[in-house]
């Protein structure tokens, strides 16, 4: 039997749905399995590269990932469209050296989405979904206020997912948000789940806690 591991959450990101949330939220923050495979089937999604970089670890995003804040990390941002209408905007982030190392699939991805190295990889385990509001606080915040599409307004009322992979004990956090015109147009639509084989966890035996 495998025993499963849930990381102490940053503060702010739950694990469970919010009463405020509406049903159609709720399935598309906590919907398992590869967001782009339930996004192929509102309509034609596209993948743009926002910016590839390397930066130091909020605490926020390091406490997710057991590393200590500000170190290096190699950051992948993108925007994803359905049907020609910006939806997803999307943050990974891994430790500089597993982006040369187990995660070095990050840095060739171009336009495909992370979901083509992820899920075809048995070693790969992901932890539970959390999700929150977003607040200026965190640097996805930051990055999705910069899009054209995105206002002040729209901003500051916008729910966020993240989860993080982990294989050979190096993790990826991977933080998705939608965005008011999926929910107007493409969210409101749930289509039924597909079977996945990722588990909900993170063995214990899998990592140790940096310091």
Not at 37 to 56: F, N
Not at 72 to 92: F, K, Q, T, Y
Not at 108 to 136: E, G, K, N, Q, W
Not at 148 to 171: E, K, M, Y
């Amino acid at each position: 039997m495998t025993v499963l591991y849930q990381a102490p959450l940053a503060a702010g990101w739950l694990t469970r749905a919010p009463y405020v949330l509406t049903p159609a939220q709720r399935h598309w923050l906590f919907r398992p399995g590869a967001l782009t495979a339930g996004l192929r089937q509102l309509g034609q999604v596209r993948l743009r590269v926002v910016a590839e970089y390397a930066e130091g670890a909020a605490p926020d995003e390091a406490q997710a990932m057991h590393i200590a804040p500000g170190s290096a990390v190699w950051v992948r941002e993108v925007l994803m469209s359905v049907d020609g209408v910006d939806s997803v905007p999307a943050r990974s982030l891994t430790p500089l050296t597993a982006s040369h190392g187990s995660w070095q699939g990050m840095r060739r991805l171009l336009t495909r989405p992370l979901a083509d190295m992820l899920y075809h990889d048995r070693s790969v385990i992901r932890s539970p979904f959390a999700c929150r509001r977003l607040t200026s606080a965190q640097p996805f915040y930051r990055m999705i206020a910069r899009l054209p599409s995105v206002t002040p307004a729209d901003a500051r009322a916008l729910w966020a997912r993240r989860s993080v992979f982990w294989r050979h004990r190096q993790p990826l956090l991977v933080a998705e948000c939608f965005l008011p015109e999926f929910w107007l147009h493409a969210g409101r639509t749930q289509p039924p789940l597909k079977a996945h084989d990722r588990r909900a966890g993170i063995p214990a035996q899998a990592i140790s806690p940096r310091r």
